[in-house]
């Protein structure tokens, strides 16, 4: 069976990298689109970049020529695909664009905070999944079931790096330190996405949406204890209330205010009964827990390894 030629965005991110090192270990002859093609790949060597037959090509999520460009040069079928957090069209120019350039099939990182829900009625307010959400509807639409794959991940490992000025200063701000969260491996996300865009609908057994969650249930405040730990260092946890944490994420973590907003709503809803709490919970969880070695094929890396490869993230 030829190779299917497989078109990955944003393969300098640490999902997309190892989504294209993985459709690229399962036959796919992979194609790098980036804004900047002299960019360096996180996992990847210039030599084994080329040992592998990846290939670089200048494309731009904002540009739709570009797009065109890159899927017609390429020849690829199947296209790795993140959410641009500025399109005005939840990305329906883009999709379009993709399909009427060739792309059979899309593998769309989407997200878990569209779980169990009604995609039409997730309000704007929740601003991180009604975006998710829109790009699904969209995908549906325009590609049909045949045509797409929404992998959904809960929480990554990686967005405790929003609390790198806090460790460097020995003292991180908590909203509701007792919140839990899963700490998935960007990695192991991107192991399953490559895994799909190599293989298509067949390896996600047919799924349209398939959801992925980390080893292991952990508050932000113990997640804080396994960094000291990795590190060697005392780091003090202090919680905090909504007004001051919405100045730490603008002003630590140096999010936008309305990216930050969004965060506190989240870990508010990881209260008590809360809906994030209740992410948590459940056979749609007990399934998503185990998806990374059912379509990944691997043990999903646990925080602490995480915190441990990366630990340069922190220090």
Not at 226 to 252: H, N, R, Y
Not at 274 to 285: K, S
Request: one cysteine or more; a negative charge.
């Amino acid at each position: 069976m030829a190779p299917v030629n497989t078109i990955i965005f944003g393969p300098t991110g640490a999902v997309g990298s190892a989504a294209a090192r993985t459709a690229q270990q399962h036959g796919a002859k992979v194609i790098l689109a980036m804004r900047d093609t002299q960019k360096s790949i996180p996992q990847l060597t210039p030599a084994q970049e080329k040992s592998g037959g990846f290939e670089r090509i200048q494309a731009d999520l904002t540009k739709l020529d570009t797009i065109t460009a890159a899927v017609t040069k390429s020849g690829a079928k199947h296209a790795f695909l993140y959410l641009d957090f500025h399109s005005s069209d939840g990305m329906r120019s883009v999709i379009e664009t993709l399909k009427s350039a060739g792309i059979k099939l899309v593998v769309f990182l989407s997200s878990g905070g569209v779980m169990r829900r009604d995609l039409e009625s997730i309000p704007p307010s929740e601003f991180i999944s009604y975006s998710h959400a829109r790009v699904e509807i969209n995908l549906r639409e325009v590609f049909g079931p045949q045509g797409y794959i929404a992998v959904r991940p809960f929480y990554f490992s990686s967005n405790t790096k929003q609390w790198v000025s806090m460790i460097k200063a020995g003292e991180v701000k908590l909203l509701h330190p007792e919140v839990v969260f899963d700490f998935i491996s960007p990695e192991d996300i991107g192991v399953v996405c490559g895994i799909f865009a190599a293989g298509g609908l067949k390896a996600a057994d047919g799924k349209n949406e398939i959801e992925l969650c980390g080893p292991e249930q952990m508050s932000q405040g113990d997640a804080v204890g396994v960094i000291a730990k990795v590190l060697g260092k005392d780091i003090k946890v202090t919680e905090v209330g909504e007004e001051e944490a919405l100045q730490v994420f603008i002003t630590e973590s140096k999010f936008p205010e309305m990216m930050a907003k969004q965060l506190v709503y989240i870990i508010n809803s990881g209260v008590g009964d809360g809906v994030g709490a209740r992410l948590y919970v459940g056979e749609e969880y007990q399934e998503a827990t185990g998806n990374i070695l059912k379509y990944g094929g691997k043990k999903p890396e646990g925080f602490e390894e995480w915190v441990a490869q990366n630990k340069h993230e922190f220090v």
